[in-house]
């Protein structure tokens, strides 16, 4: 049997909403709204009203039951032809980068032409979920067969079974939120506050540098009066993130404050992918290839790994496959879920014991020139709405790699709950 | 809701009270539809002498399916005098025999459009009076006339004939409701005339880029472009990139967003025309802001910001638009009539819209451009009913729609049909010409 190689899936540009704060203006919009006004913004860009897509594959992390088809009813009130298809899909932070990989996998098979891959999250427009033992009892009612058996049931209800619940930042494994986790990984990596507060006004001054130069203009559309991510402060400093107080791990060592946290976020992402003929029959500029990804997944619960360290376990192995080294790369796109992630995971990459021992290489995978990294900014300016950074992510890397020049490369790395990562290599077009 | 005049009287207690006082009440004007006929009714054309263009015209009449009436006693829907062989003011004797009675049984929402020729081309002083005499009683009929209807004039060159056509098919027809008073301009075309496969689709094919496109006129231009046939580049702000968005969602079109100040702007709109439309062939120059301050209190930024929007920043991306246009393109400017009559707190907005006036005309005669067969020409919108005049405190908004010889506001879509009108392939010998859109305004005539 011979296998033909496959075809390069292009990826031809992005759009985004910018990132609200939650209960900020988005308090009132649902994930289906924003998602269908990130899609509107990139059908308008790119021309697109009344064309029939091969998929569009979005998601969310936290969403309602009523939203069980969510991309598609996004998809039915959007400009694009009613004939698109569309699924959800849902891998906690990895999603948005998740969808991109599948779409690229579908074009680069021939299943499919062009393809839209996104994510949205609203942290504001949650959910609300009874307690567990209203539940139980109500679904009994919805079973009973007279009134009479209602009303018994109904009497069986009381008031400690009242309450309500929203989702929340935790792991159901363990019962320590994602920030506790990652404390205790920040503190086996010996990560400091002053590290960490420094790559966090960095974020903000980066983010704030490419609004200013337009970077932007063709990656974003206004909403609900939003024009720039809410989170950002471009007059952020290491001096000023050094007076807030430590959230995240206790005592004397704790050292991840609200400022290198990424806060929770509303928001929507989505990535215009497509054959290289597709998009030349659309007149559209290919930015850049969607080359390779690679998901990994950790034992955080009985391991004795960090829950966000998965990504260091992806990103060697996607190089071997794709015969390249860490340092063979134009930029580099860690999601700072917290400030202290990013830095442990390169920590890890440069550890001797930890790439030998845990990553069953031969040395370490190395340093990466950090001037290369996040050089736009990343989640802790633009802030992170689980499902949309990856979106975000692959659509602004897109365009810096087309304007680097073909060939250059750029890596992504994104970190998920329940112990997992995405990551993925980019080509310049 | 903001009270409206013209909808009071409309009805009710309102046109009861209106009637009594005798006063104006505003006639819903015949607008633009797909499908409908060129003017409803017969139109008369005469004329003086061998009258050449009469001729020209009742050749298009019939080919638009349009009656024409000989006599001035019927009832007609328009009457078009060719007025091109006067000698003397006594000719002028033609056009009251011919108009004067047409207009006692002229229908609503009626035309009057009276052919001259330029009176600076006359052989004679006699002939020159004569021919500036047309200006002054066209625009005294525009005052006298009822019913919405309106009257203007086209002067047409010697030679030019031909591009008259686009002109009267204009004025006759519901895209020129709420133009009156006008003086229309003809010259030899710059390029070839064609005429549109389909008068409905006058833009058929064409690529039109709309600067300004989100709000009020300039969507409109965009609808109205988009209506007859254009794939649009909605240009905006990107602090308006979602509605933006639904513009050009809606029309099937592109969003561009960038800001028109930067320095740019034009490359990344020809950039953007050329990858993903093959070029452009129209572009209107909408965007525009109002700093409004009397100019003792005016601040240099408020100053600037306004220059640099509404004029500066369309000398700028033509530099870069004109060598990238398709040959035979057109552009059109928005002016306004702060430009022509100034407007008190507006001496900033004036200078920039009657600096825009100052460049149409001089782009118009412009070699490259000339040589490129590209039109230029700019509209001056007088009161239009947009948001931005929602928030005009109410008397000056009403003295501002009752103002003019139409008794009302005008709507976003006039403005965008004669922004149309200006962008057809069949009007290449109208170019250097500003239009008023303004029902006869009173304010700077």
């Known amino acids: 049997m011979t296998t033909a190689s496959p075809r390069r899936a292009a990826i031809l540009g992005g759009n985004r909403i910018p990132f609200a704060r939650q209960f900020g203006p988005y308090a009132k919009a649902s994930n289906q709204d924003m998602f269908t006004a990130a899609l509107e913004g990139l059908v308008a860009r790119y021309g697109l009203a009344g064309e029939r897509l091969g998929e569009v594959v979005g998601g969310a992390v936290i969403k309602h039951s009523r939203d069980f088809n969510l991309t598609r009813e996004a998809v039915l009130g959007s400009s694009l032809a009613p004939e698109t298809t569309a699924f959800d899909v849902q891998q906690a932070c990895g999603t948005g980068l998740e969808n991109a990989i599948l779409v690229s996998n579908k074009i680069k098979l021939g299943q499919i032409e062009s393809g839209i891959a996104g994510g949205v999250d609203t942290a504001s427009d949650a959910p609300i979920m009874v307690t567990e033992k209203l539940r139980q009892k109500l679904l009994k009612i919805n079973r009973a067969k007279s009134t009479v058996d209602m009303a018994k049931v109904a009497l069986e209800i009381r008031p400690g079974d009242f309450g309500v619940e929203t989702p929340a930042n935790t792991e159901p494994r363990t019962g320590l939120s994602m920030g506790e986790h990652m404390a205790i990984t920040a503190k086996k990596w010996g990560i400091t506050r002053e590290a960490q507060d420094e ?11 490419a609004y200013d130069r337009g970077f932007f203009d063709d990656l974003m559309t206004s909403y609900l009066g939003l024009a720039k991510d809410q989170n950002l402060r471009p007059d952020s400093t290491v001096e000023k993130l050094a007076k ?25 992402s989505a990535v215009l992918l497509g054959s290289e003929e597709w998009a030349a029959a659309h ?57 202290s992630t990013v830095l442990s995971t390169m920590k890890a990459w440069e550890d001797e014991e930890f790439c030998t021992q845990r990553l069953g290489l031969e040395k370490p995978l190395g340093s990466i020139d950090r001037s290369k990294l996040n050089v736009n900014g990343s989640s802790l300016a633009a802030g992170h709405p689980f499902a949309a950074t990856g979106g975000r992510i692959v659509a602004s890397l897109a365009k810096m790699l087309h304007e680097k020049g073909p060939g250059s490369r750029g890596l992504i790395s994104i970190c998920a709950a329940g112990g997992q990562g995405v990551v993925a290599i980019l080509e310049g077009a | 809701m903001a009270f409206n005049y013209g909808q009071f009287v409309s009805g009710g207690v309102g046109k009861q ?11 819903k004007l015949r607008r633009h539809k ?10 008369l054309v005469a004329g003086h002498g061998d009258a050449p263009v009469a001729e020209r015209v009742r050749h298009l009449l019939s080919e638009a399916g349009v009656k024409v009436a000989t006599s001035p006693s019927t009832s007609v829907a328009g009457v078009v005098l060719d007025l091109t062989a006067i000698e003397t003011p006594a000719d002028l004797e033609t056009l009251r025999g011919v108009v004067g009675p047409a207009l006692k049984t002229l229908a609503p929402t009626g035309r009057v459009i009276v052919i001259g020729r330029p009176p600076e081309s006359a052989t004679s002083v006699a002939q020159a009076a004569a021919r500036r005499a047309v200006e002054g009683i066209v625009r005294s009929i525009g005052k006298e006339m009822r019913g919405g209807g309106t009257a203007n004039t086209v002067l047409v060159a010697e030679g030019a004939d031909a591009g008259v056509d686009a002109t009267v098919r204009f004025l006759l027809s519901g895209r020129s409701a709420y133009v009156s008073a006008q003086v229309f301009h003809v010259a030899k075309p710059v390029a070839d005339i064609a005429a549109p496969a389909d008068w409905d689709l006058p833009l058929a094919g064409k690529v039109a880029v709309v ?27 990107p602090q308006a990139g979602g509605p933006l968005a639904e513009v050009a969602n809606r029309l099937g079109g592109t969003a561009l967003q960038l800001d ?61 638009l004109i060598p990238a246009i398709n040959d035979g393109g057109h552009i059109v400017n928005v002016s306004s009539i702060a430009g022509i009559a100034g407007n008190r707190g507006q001496t900033n907005y004036a200078a920039s819209k009657a600096g825009v006036i100052g460049m149409t005309q001089s782009l118009a005669a412009d070699k490259t451009v000339v040589k490129k067969g590209i039109t230029v020409n700019a509209v001056a919108p007088g009161f239009i009913e947009t948001e931005m005049t929602a928030k ?15 008794s009302q506001g005008g709507q976003p879509v006039d403005v965008a049909e004669t922004i149309g009108f200006f962008a057809w392939d069949a009007n290449r010998g109208v170019t250097g010409n500003v239009v008023r859109v303004c029902g006869q305004m009173l304010m700077g005539a």
């Open chain 1, 283 to 339: 007149n559209i500029p290919v930015q850049a290839y969607f080359v390779d990804g690679e998901v990994a997944a950790v034992d955080y619960v009985h391991g004795d790994e960090g829950l966000l360290m998965a990504p260091a376990y992806a990103v060697p192995r996607l190089l071997a496959r794709q015969g390249l080294s860490l340092q063979d790369f134009d930029y580099y796109e860690i999601h700072e879920a917290f400030a």
């Open chain 2, 392 to 406: 005009v405190p109410f008397a000056t908004r009403e003295v501002g729609r009752l103002m003019n010889s139409l």
């Open chain 2, 260 to 320: 028109v100040t930067a320095e740019d702007a034009g490359a990344k709109i020809v950039e953007h025309a050329k990858a993903r439309h093959g070029g452009f062939d129209i572009v209107v120059h909408n965007a525009g802001i109002t700093r409004d301050k009397l100019l003792a209190n005016t601040e240099a930024d408020r100053w600037d910001s306004v220059l640099q929007v509404n004029l500066l920043s369309i000398l700028r991306m033509n530099e870069a």
């Open chain 2, 17 to 27: 009270l209106a009637t009594t006082l005798g006063l104006p009440r505003p006639t």
């Open chain 1, 199 to 209: 790559l966090a006004a960095l974020s903000h001054q980066n983010l704030a540098a």
């Open chain 1, 244 to 268: 807030l107080k430590p959230v995240f791990g206790k005592g004397e060592g704790a050292t991840m404050t609200a400022g290198n946290s990424t806060p929770l976020t509303d928001g929507a």
């Open chain 2, 34 to 43: 797909l499908g409908a006929s060129l003017v409803p009714g017969e139109v």
């Open chain 2, 211 to 237: 600067t300004g496109a989100v709000r009020g006129i300039g969507a409109a231009i965009a609808d109205t472009l988009a209506r007859d046939g254009a794939t649009i580049i909605a240009v905006d702000v």
